[in-house]
């Protein structure tokens, strides 16, 4: 599998967990059983998905899992402060700069 293909895979599956994780809270944030109710369901169906997508190709999940963190990390708080408002704070920004330096160590580490 091409590095672009595999980058966009893991891509698409942080935004599936990040988004689905988001679409659980609005739920718990509803007023209503019905409203609660549906973002539950699609949270659930969201998350679902993200598991076939990160387990559908036939690779070691554990060799990209530091790659994957990165992408999970950014895409989160990206999620959290378009929908959510949250601005990041001074020790959240150096602590995602230490996972971004991890997941560039971990791929400059699996370079054949």
Partial sequence: MSA???LLILFTAALL???GDALVRHGLLATT??????FFLIGASVLFLYGYV???PPWKFGDLL???V???FVTAQ???YFAFGETPSKTLLLGGACILAGG???SIGNQP
């Fill in 33 to 38: 059983g019905v409203v609660r109710f549906l």
């Fill in 17 to 19: 967990e990040a988004g």
């Fill in 54 to 56: 990160v387990n559908l």
């Fill in 78 to 80: 990206l999620i959290s």
């Fill in 66 to 68: 530091g790659v994957y």
């Fill in 104 to 106: 560039v160590i971990i």
């Fill in 70 to 72: 990165v992408f999970f």
């Fill in 4 to 6: 672009p293909l595999t």
